[in-house]
């Protein structure tokens, strides 16, 4: 991926670190994921009224929020006034208690049961997921958790991988997160250092979308084929 395409897909939001555009990626069909059509994102409680204004120009129509009740209800989202559909679709990232010890050897297993719970037990979730996306009328739509890169990393390996995206193309969108989720984290990283195992994105391990290969053929398998052929057919997302 060329590193003038990485910038022009982050967005110039104010308010938010990781709020990517999908577009531009080639499918092995011949066909390329429209710009400024799905978008993927951190949390978006901080979002300035600059900020709104852009999304209002796009313009963005469906919102859809992969956080717990807890986090929407601390964090609520700053939407523009173009979004007609708010959609919560909570996915819970299972038992997190082993990263409050900061344990640098116990960081890259915990995070491994997150992805696999997440695997296991919220597939249902990005079967509505799908569901909305197969909607012309939902385009522009925009997709994210807090820090955009778990859960909605997930997503969007799903998504790209259903639109025909090769799975290298797909490896290095998810891994964009890594460099612009750091300074987000920050003010955690400088009092525990070692929690940056649990930021760090590696290409094996706990990676989305090796999540994603191991399991989606028995997992997701029911996920996207009946939805592919519908998102295909959406003139939305994908040029001819």
Wanted: aromatic share 10%; net charge positive; hydrophobic share 40%.
């Amino acid at each position: 991926m060329k590193k003038e395409e990485t910038y022009c897909r982050l967005l110039p939001m104010a308010g938010a670190y990781n709020m990517r555009d999908l577009g531009g990626y080639r499918t092995v069909y011949g066909k390329c994921v429209k710009w400024k059509m799905l978008f993927r994102s951190d949390d978006m409680n901080k979002l300035t009224a600059m900020d709104l204004d852009y999304l209002s120009l796009l313009p963005l129509r469906t919102v859809i929020d992969f956080r717990s009740e807890v986090e929407k209800n601390a964090a609520i989202d700053r939407l523009p006034q173009t979004v007609s559909k708010y959609i919560p679709l909570s996915i819970e990232a299972g038992d997190m208690s082993g990263i409050t010890h900061f344990d640098r050897n116990n960081l890259s297993a915990v995070m491994e049961e997150v992805y696999a719970y997440i695997i296991r037990n919220m597939q249902d979730v990005y079967k509505e997921f799908f569901s909305i996306l197969s909607e012309k009328e939902n385009a522009p739509l925009l997709f994210h958790c807090s820090a955009g890169k778990d859960r909605t990393g997930i997503a969007a390996a799903l998504l790209l991988s259903a639109l025909g995206v090769d799975r290298e193309t797909v490896t290095e969108d998810y891994m964009l997160s890594a460099e612009h989720i750091t300074k987000k984290y920050e003010f955690i990283t400088r009092a525990h250092p070692e929690v940056k195992t649990a930021l760090r994105i590696h290409r094996g391990g706990a990676s989305g979308v090796e999540a994603v290969d191991y399991r989606k053929k028995r997992v997701f398998g029911n996920c996207i084929p009946g939805n592919r052929r519908r998102i295909w057919r959406n003139r939305k997302v994908l040029d001819r």
